[in-house]
């Protein structure tokens, strides 16, 4: 096989099967992705850094391995786009931030080092919100990333570059993480497969710390096979990170096979509909309700009231975490420093560097923060917020006795304009309003495609939230309605994404 | 709640270690203003007799075994430092001249 764009719009699992045939190289494999990143990103723009030699030294290595015999991981030589946020050592990682510009880290993150060990290939680094400060991407001190379905439209946020690196099959598989929805909310604007896991289901040691007890790495996809292939490779317990859940990582590709809804209990979240959704998202979203019925689930009503009151408490929690979290930037041991130059003491050097090197978003939360953690305010904010994360848990416990599965819509609107909303953050906070309640209470999440909303054409994602550490069911139910989805239409959802 | 006034964004500013400049305290005045008024409603629970949760795990210590490890070379830990000497970070002046 020569013809790279094919080459381009293979799943990953297709492609590690060609390269374990020996129908591929793992070189041909990534020369042809570094081709077609050579061809579309100065238009998408997903990609901060791209490591052309790393990249082909991997795929090198996978080629060798082969050629002696030995055997090959799942995933071996699939290149991926990984999220700007992970350290990768002597690779650029800046977290969309002007305060890391230049900045090489002397080591790995857990989840880059699991990636390597699989054989996996790092094309480069992805554009996102800075800090995974956002959902739109707008927020990265290097430049917006288009969605690929329409340029002049957002990717979603944080994790923009890598939803709009595979959906414009740029790459396979990318990684993101998720704070309050920044892996599914792209997945879902751009009609791609995302995936948070259970909190401390994947290593956050070497990725940059946004709010510590919501963040959490994923994979991203354009196929639920795919994800759960990735999600296996980077998932497990890794003593480097005090939070990591000592336990074996769910079955997520056993149940990615199997992918059976019949006789399986979901329900629908009555407080994710009404005033703010959009008429397209709601009626692909009652389309993919009506499909798992079809396909044998028993479908109830499950009553959240504590999700009203989600989006507000996230605002409260992620921003006192961050102001903690970005108080290591303090211009002493690495990253920008501004004004050493002898008229200014260490503390003016910090607030001067931390001025030139946030954008606005960051300062926003840092003060937040500050603000809601700050005596005569702290009871009244960011205690009352920790009450309702208590709430929230206690809704999910209650419907999880219910049902083993809870749907919604990913997002209430599909892709926005870029500027839209730019200088207005409480509708830019909206746009994680259906997501936000599984971070703050810890479960594992998933958006898949189900759609274009008819007044728009662009994608529509379906939400679908497990209990803790049962992951693999986000993954049965998802594949059962992909296929149904697949045998309706023909193919997957991104086939219909323009060529560019 | 009282609203977020210009003085009280350059106090935040102040404990938050960032130098803004003018235009911005009255920018961030007006955004800071809106959110804390949009998320203020979660007040409405504030006399529930509910426990907080900080963490979606039931956290506590984790140890390891104190054992020697590899770890960073001194150049690989000063590699970004934005000034060094003698192995060692070098930092602007802490103290004052008096001092």
């Keep these: 096989m020569t013809d790279t764009t094919a080459i381009t719009r293979l799943t990953a699992a297709e492609t590690a099967e060609k390269i374990a045939s020996g129908a591929l190289t793992a070189v041909e494999v990534t020369e042809a992705h570094l081709a077609r990143i050579e061809a579309v990103d100065e238009k998408v723009h997903a990609f901060l850094h791209v490591d052309r030699e790393g990249a082909l030294a991997q795929a090198r290595a996978v080629d060798a391995k082969r050629a002696a015999g030995e055997e090959l991981g799942p995933l071996a030589g699939v290149p991926l786009a990984l999220k700007d946020i992970f350290t990768t050592e002597g690779v650029p990682t800046t977290v969309g931030s002007k305060i890391l510009e230049g900045w090489l880290p002397p080591y790995d993150a857990t989840v880059t080092k699991r990636l390597k060990a699989a054989g996996i290939v790092i094309l480069g680094k992805t554009n996102m919100d800075e800090f995974a400060m956002g959902s739109s991407t707008e927020n990265s001190a290097y430049g917006p990333t288009g969605n690929p379905w329409d340029l002049t439209r957002i990717p979603g946020g944080s994790g923009g570059g890598s939803s709009a690196a595979i959906a414009s099959f740029q790459a396979p598989l990318a990684i993101g993480t998720d704070t309050g929805g920044s892996i599914r909310q792209p997945a879902a604007v751009t009609g791609t497969v995302g995936v948070k896991p259970t909190y401390g289901g994947v290593s956050r040691y070497g990725m940059v710390a946004f709010s510590s007890s919501l963040d959490q790495g994923g994979p991203c996809a354009r196929t639920v096979l795919d994800a759960a292939l990735l999600h296996e490779a980077m998932a497990g317990h890794d003593p480097l990170d005090s939070t990591s859940v000592d336990a074996p990582v769910p079955p997520v590709v056993e149940a990615a096979r199997a992918g059976s809804v019949a006789g399986m209990r979901v329900g629908v979240v009555k407080q994710f509909r009404g005033e703010g959704y959009q008429a397209g998202v709601v009626q692909r979203f009652d389309e993919a309700v009506a499909v798992l019925k079809e396909l044998g689930a028993e479908v109830v009503e499950v009553d959240c009231p504590s999700f009203d009151l989600a989006l507000s408490a996230y605002y409260l929690i992620a921003p006192s975490e961050c102001s903690s979290n970005l108080a290591r930037f303090d211009a002493m041991r690495y990253g920008l420093r501004v004004g050493d130059d002898g008229s200014h003491s260490a503390e003016d050097v910090t607030a001067l560097s931390r001025e030139a090197g946030f954008g606005d978003e960051v300062k926003r939360r840092i003060m937040l923060g500050t603000y809601a953690l700050s005596s005569g305010y702290y009871d009244a904010y960011y205690g009352s917020a920790q009450k309702v994360r208590t709430l929230i848990k206690r809704d999910f416990e209650s419907a999880f006795e219910r049902v083993d599965v809870l749907v919604s819509p990913t997002t209430p609107t599909t892709a926005f304009p870029i500027g839209e909303r730019a200088d207005d953050p409480m509708a830019m906070y909206l746009a994680d309003l259906c997501t936000i309640p599984a971070n703050l209470a810890g479960n594992a999440a998933m958006s898949l495609p189900c759609g274009l909303a008819p007044e728009d054409g662009l994608p529509v994602g379906l939400q679908i939230i497990a209990p803790a550490m049962k992951d693999e069911r986000l993954y049965q139910v998802g594949a059962a309605v992909e296929a149904a989805f697949v045998e309706k239409w023909g193919h997957h959802l991104i086939e219909e994404a323009p060529s560019l | ?99």
Excluded: C, W, Y
């Design chain 2, 1 to 99: 709640m009282p609203g977020i006034t210009r003085e009280e964004v350059a106090h935040l500013a102040r404990l938050a270690r960032l130098e803004l400049k003018d235009e911005e305290l009255d920018h961030f005045a007006g955004q800071l203003d809106d959110i804390i008024g949009a998320v203020a409603r979660v007040s409405e629970v504030a006399d529930q007799d509910v426990p907080p949760t900080s963490h979606p795990l039931p956290l506590t210590n984790v140890m390891r075994a104190d054992e020697v490890r590899p770890s960073l070379t001194p150049e690989q830990a000063l590699s970004g430092a934005p000034a060094q000497e003698q192995q060692r970070f070098k930092v602007p002046q802490i103290l004052g001249e008096e001092s």
